[in-house]
Structure formats: C-alpha cells, structure tokens
C-alpha cells in the first residue's frame, strides 16, 4: 500500500514536471531574439571620404526595423532622448518707443513662482501676478528711446534650473498728466547656447512650431495680456507685442499698467535629436547610401529593432567616419 502511494506521488510529480518543462519552452519559443544585423562601409572598415561624397553601407540580415542616425547635429544618437541640457540662455528683441517721451514706461521682468493663469477670471489672475515674485531685469537691456533698438543679447543663466520655468514679462508702467507711450516689441527669441556651440530656439514671439537643426518639435509657449490699472493692454499684432497708452494729455487722465507674459519657459530646454526611419517589417534593405556635406569627424549609428507581441529589443551599430574637405 504505502508503495503505491509512493508511486502515484511520483507519477504527480513527474507529471507536474513535464508540463513545468513544457510551458518553460514555449515561453523561450515566444520571446524575443536580439535581431541579427551587421554595418559594413564599403570597401573599407575605416571609413575617410570627402565632403559630399557618398558612403555607401553594406547591411546584413533583415531586423523588422531600421533607424539611422548620421551623427550630424541633430542627427545623433546619444541625444536622441535629450530634452534639457545647461547652456546658456538668451532672451533678445528689439524695441521701438513712439508717442510722448515718458521715461521708464517699459519694464522687463522675470519670475521662477509665477504661478500661471486662472482660465476666464482676470481678478484671480491679476492678484497671482501681484504675489508673484518679479525680478526687474530692465538694465540688462537697451531699450528704444525714439528710434528701433536691439536689446542685446541678455544672459539669463541665473535664472536657469532644470525642472523650474520662468515666466518673462513686460510690463508697461504710464502715468497721468502727459501723453503715454507706445511701445512696440518685436523679433524676440531666447535660446539656449551649449558648451558645443549648438543653439537651439526655445521661445519666439508668436507660439508657432519652432525648428532647430531640422527638427520642429518645439513650440513657444505664447503670451497673456492683462491690464491691471486702467483699460489699455498689450495686444500680438503682426508677431509684434504693442501697446499705446493715452494718445493726448486729455485722455490721460489716470496712470496705466498692463503686462504681456510669456511662459512657462524651461531656459535648460533642448530639441532631441532623431534618426531617420529605413525600413519596416515589409522591407528587406541590402545598402544604404548617404552622404555628409560638412567636413569632420562623425558616428553614424545604426539600430535594428525586433518587435513583436512578446516585446522588443534593439541592437545598435555604429561605424566612425572622417569627412575630409
């Protein structure tokens, strides 16, 4: 008896064992392979050529997708998940004062704890901008005092944190008793500058898509207009911020303020870079020829992908190149 037992608890066993082993290799039958590919320049591993010369790489085996990163800026593939990088961050325009001669009507400034706007409720809004803590950054540049003035270039490296936007204003500050200016603000950027020398454009005056090194994925974040004391406010005309205050000295019976905000605006921001897309599951590609215009020194990255229900997994190949003038 008790051997029988013995063997009905292992025949259990034995079958629990089976079907272990059964299920383990159906799962190794669905997971996903690394796909097998390889790069190989032609006719030498070492690749040197010309500017404008093409290169023509050899491709074997067949992974479901190809990508391809030249290494030319905005073409690189250890940036491809880049989105903020410390540089430093410049914010010009250029200006233009007209009507009466009011000094000090026009105020830039900046803020990290601007909290934004409230959505169809300008007192809320107001009262934010007045808690907020502003930064007057109006000596940092040349503003117009009649005729059109480029800013310069105004460094805002100490105001730049990754993961803390700012929030940058203009505030138009008139007063009662003369004729209150207009002020136009036009051609207005800031960007980021790197240790590299790349730059991208991160903010513009209208909130149209913006395109560094090829790649147009960023957008400006716009601007709100609130007038805080008196009815006049700035307005976007033509991508030119303006506004124009009282026009007589009989209009100008009470002093005015107003503020045009841009933001957030993340000063460390950066366009990644992409890879151009080769092939996919219906393509078998043998070569792929390209060709650098620029002189210098190169990687050009390759990344087969294979893709399926069960996941996914990528291989990367790179080959180094010398462009020579």
Sequence with gaps: MVNQLKIQTMRKELFYLIIFIFLISGCQEDAVDFPYFDVLAKDSTEVVVKAKEPIIFELEGNPDMLYFYSGETGKRYEYAGRVSAIGIPYLQFTSYRANGKQEGSLRLMISQDFPGITVGDAVATVSKISSATWTDITDRALLSSGTTMNSGAIDLSDFAQTGKPVFIAFKYLAQAGSIQNKWTI?????????????????????????????????FSPGWVFFPVINTYSWGLSSNNLVITGATSVSSATDMSEAWAIMGPVDLTKV????????????????????????????????IGVADNVYGKKELVKQVKIKVNP
């Design 271 to 302: 366009t990644p870079d992409v890879g151009l897309f080769l092939k996919g599951l219906d393509t078998r590609l043998e070569n792929y020829s390209y060709t650098y215009n620029v002189a210098g020194t190169y990687t050009a990255t390759f």
């Design 186 to 218: 036009s051609a207005l950027t800031v960007k980021n500058t790197l240790p590299d020398g790349t730059v991208y454009t991160i903010a513009n005056t209208t909130n149209t898509a913006i395109t560094n090194y090829g790649v147009a994925t960023v």
